[in-house]
């Protein structure tokens, strides 16, 4: 009975609560590698580095650079995530990312001052090229170099936990400054990492057609009011490209927003 | 008409699902190198020289 009166509880939350939830659960889930029999060799759905001290999981798009280092393609990662992306599409993205889970934070800091960015949804396509084609060309993980994300759970916890370490090179001014560039930028672009740069959200993305759990839109009780799209943190621009785009995150914000009950989670959704 | 395409709908994600099951199983060998990943301190991560 006490069991059911919380289940009922979490589920009369609002989406924005469960997503809170959700957030911070992924990212302690994301450090249970302090117990180092937990480090495991798994994959993590969403951008958290594997050389974050406390990693549970490997992050893809690390893992994916160092096999392409030695030559080879990482079928398991590829297998894992295309399991993720069949069964959620983009809503590791939106519901458990912890470097996506900063951006809004940023996003609550700023307000209702938000900038209306440019579309570009082709750019991060542009950053898994690179990140691909930079590590085959300089056999090294170019991209771990440079990703913010691994500033922010990998080199500043490991600079706090060994403050006196002397190998610090110039690689770790250039993640601080990575991270301090997109912090910046993040406050006025909402997800401005996700929306432009994440490769792993590129991949991720392509399975929003076809992932198992969406955003289904009820188009008889649609009356075009586009308060949907005005509360897009990832600045969707259509409709019916709620759950589709590859820029979606499956965040649910619109579903919350929508005064008519339009937009609503689904598992199979026939149509648009 | 609308159970059929979801039944189609249904057959072609289980498929795919399928699909990447089977691509994990082939790779599962790699697993044991991806643990080594993530117990080492990757030095590119965390900008170490050298």
Known sequence: ?272 | MADLKRGRRVWWKALLLLAFVIITILGVNEYPTIEVLVRIICTSCIGLSG
């Not at chain 1, 249970?32 to 951008?47: H, M, R, S, W």
């Not at chain 1, 990312?97 to 082709?122: M, N, Q, T």
């Not at chain 1, 672009?189 to 490769?199: A, E, I, K, N, Q």
């Not at chain 1, 590129?202 to 009011?225: P, W, Y």
């Open chain 1, 1 to 272: 009975m006490h069991i059911l009166h919380r289940i009922k509880w979490l589920t009369a939350l609002k989406i924005g609560d469960k997503r809170k939830i959700s957030q911070v659960g992924a990212f302690a889930i994301s450090n249970l590698g302090f117990i180092p029999i937990l480090k495991t060799g798994g994959i993590c759905p969403f951008l958290y580095c594997q050389g974050c001290p406390f990693a549970f999981l490997g992050c893809p798009i690390g893992v994916l650079q160092h096999f392409i280092v030695l030559g080879q393609i990482s079928v398991f990662t590829l297998g894992t995530l295309g399991i993720y992306g069949t069964l959620m599409g983009r809503a590791f993205c939106g519901w458990a990312c912890p470097f996506g889970a900063i951006h809004d934070l940023l996003s609550c800091l700023r307000g209702e001052r938000k900038v209306k960015a440019p579309r570009y949804w082709f750019t991060k396509y542009i950053v898994l090229s690179l990140v691909v084609i930079s590590a085959w060309i300089t056999v090294d993980t170019f991209f771990c170099k440079v990703c913010p994300s691994g500033s922010l759970f990998a080199a500043i916890p490991f600079y706090v936990l060994y403050p006196n370490f002397q190998g610090f090179g110039v690689f770790f001014y250039i993640h601080i400054l990575t991270l301090v560039a997109t912090v910046v930028l993040a406050y006025f672009v909402s997800r401005f990492w996700c929306r432009y740069l994440c490769p792993l959200g590129a991949i991720n993305g392509l399975f929003n057609k076809v992932s198992v759990v969406n955003i289904h839109l009820n188009k008889e009780r649609c009356d075009g009011c586009k308060v949907c799209l005005k509360a897009c943190e990832m600045g969707i621009r259509r409709v019916d490209e709620i759950g589709r785009s590859t820029d979606c995150t499956l965040c649910g914000q619109c579903v919350e927003a929508c005064p008519d009950k339009a937009l609503s989670f689904t598992k199979f959704a026939v149509s648009k």
